[in-house]
């Protein structure tokens, strides 16, 4: 119920990097194709476990509603809270604490404004993996650690984080350590040698994209973008958003200082989840990346889960059963509407936290306007692509979608970087081959509303959200394009 209630509030109005993924997943399930665009393969969706699964969801939807992206994230997502509901039930069974936990601990982590905000990127699927390694390691079954392991790879490269500090905390995983690494890699290894094979590099491209990325400033990395970037426009939605975080830390010093006096398994791999949740968030700072919404998912959904678990298992130990339980529903209560609230009406037109250039609806019209405009030519996007590649289902290229736009970057971060990692990079991209840029004889273009000239093919007003004041986008013909 949770998962099909997130999925129908936030169905109109996704963040444009969730449409990257959904394009994706679009052409794998309709022409059987790894690429953003029809027409070009490329390697640019971080998450290739969430794109089977959405183009899996799009195989299941096609029958009741076509081709309906939003519908095939709805499926995916509430199958996903369901298997991260049945490890988190297991979680509260080992402990000995009442199921209520569980519940709480789901709904304070899913009705976080920061993973609602980029519901159709892997944040859930990383939630999932979360809990599916915490239940794996506490029943002590290495072999099951290790696929789900693999998995959590294959959704994203960065839970190595989360897999090797939950096998260091769970002693069953601990002691036979040697099968887990070897289910991980049988079910890990086949995709990244094919990616790299056939693909042109085992990583997704978006590592290095990413990386490279300095648009936002120097006060606006990850370390600070919370308070620098996110909370001047969106304070409700962030303050809810690191509430639990917050409060998971505090859980996790006073499970730290019990298990000294009192071994314990669920303490143990409770403190697993927490460390790694910090550990993440503490890489990522040194990374110096962008501070993308869902760049702070993982660390808030390990910390919220460990305060609400934990707190469970330290009033275990001092009997109060109906305090749990009460905390338990008031948790459910209050978190519980704090994302609706602050995104009125439902289904809202864009999340809580938002940085687009223009809204959903206005990106979906302006892609499909695009589309029949330029037919069968290529278009330069203009910074973001995602809706308008779903929606125009033309060729429109950045570095997202063409590997021939994204080569002098690579070629700048292979140049950049130190010794080991340029060789590590080197080696990674020795088979790829993005061929000539081809010619683009259309360009899309940001502008001031302010300023009319000089006039393009077509130009549509844009209100950005709760970010930018009005701007216009204008599709222009090449040779009438100005720098």
């Known amino acids: 119920m949770l998962g099909a209630a997130l999925s129908w509030v936030s169905s109109r109005g996704l963040i444009d990097d969730s449409y990257i993924t959904l394009a994706y997943a679009r052409n794998l ?47 995916v997502t509430t199958l996903l809270v369901a298997v991260a509901a049945g490890c988190a039930g297991y979680v509260t069974r080992r402990a000995a604490i009442s199921p209520a936990w569980a519940v709480a601990g789901l709904v304070v982590v899913l009705a976080n404004p920061l993973l609602v905000s980029a519901l159709g990127l892997e944040v859930v699927l990383l939630f999932t993996a979360m809990t599916a390694l915490l239940a794996a390691g506490l029943a002590g079954r290495p072999v099951v650690f290790g696929v789900v392991a693999g998995l959590a790879l294959l959704a ?26 070897l289910a991980c890699c049988v079910v890990a290894l086949p995709w990244f ?46 303050g809810v ?31 697993g989840l927490g460390v790694a949740g910090a550990l993440y968030f503490g890489v990522y700072s040194v990374l110096g990346v962008p501070p993308y919404q869902w ?17 469970g298992v330290l009033l275990r130990d001092r009997g109060r059963r109906v305090l749990t339980v009460g905390l338990s529903l008031a948790a459910v209560a209050g978190l519980g509407f704090s994302v609706p609230a602050a995104a009125f009406p439902l289904p809202w037109a864009y999340p809580p936290v938002f940085g687009n250039f223009a809204t959903p609806a206005e990106y979906h019209a302006i892609g499909a306007r695009v589309g029949r405009i330029v037919g069968d030519e290529r278009v330069q996007a203009p910074g973001e692509i995602g809706e308008l590649a779903y929606s125009c289902d033309c060729e429109i290229v950045d570095q997202f979608s063409d590997p021939a736009v994204l080569q002098p ?75």
């Open 295 to 311: 760049y702070y998912v993982p660390p808030a959904a390990a910390l919220s889960f460990v305060a609400v678990l934990g707190l």
């Open 193 to 238: 040698a094919a990616s790299w094979y056939w693909l042109g590099s085992a990583i997704p491209d978006t590592f290095v994209i990413k990386t490279n990325q300095k648009n936002f400033g120097p006060d606006r990395t990850y370390l600070r973008g919370l308070w620098t970037h996110y909370w001047p426009n969106t304070p409700v939605a962030v």
């Open 29 to 75: 399930a309709e022409h059987g194709h790894w690429g953003m665009t029809p027409g070009i393969t490329s390697n640019a969706a971080t998450s290739p476990l969430n794109v089977g699964l959405l183009a899996l969801g799009f195989l299941l939807a096609r029958p009741f509603a076509g081709v309906d992206g939003e519908l095939a994230l709805g499926v």
């Open 241 to 271: 958003g690191v509430a639990g975080a917050a409060i998971g830390v505090l859980v996790l010093v006073v499970l730290v200082l019990l298990l000294v006096r009192r071994r314990d398994g669920v303490r143990a791999g409770l403190i």
């Open 156 to 181: 994203r490269l960065d839970t190595v984080v989360f897999i090797v500090v939950l096998a260091l905390a769970c002693h069953g995983v601990r002691r036979r350590l040697p099968s887990a690494v």
């Open 409 to 483: 970057l690579i070629d700048e971060r292979i140049a950049n970087a130190d010794p080991v990692l340029a060789r590590l990079l080197t080696w990674n991209y020795a088979r790829r081959d993005p061929g000539p840029a081809q010619p683009t004889p259309w360009v899309l273009r940001w502008r001031s509303a302010a300023v009319k000239p000089p006039q393009g093919v077509a130009q549509w007003t844009t209100t950005a959200g709760t970010w930018r004041t009005k701007d216009e986008l204008v599709l222009f013909r090449a040779q009438d394009a100005t720098p």
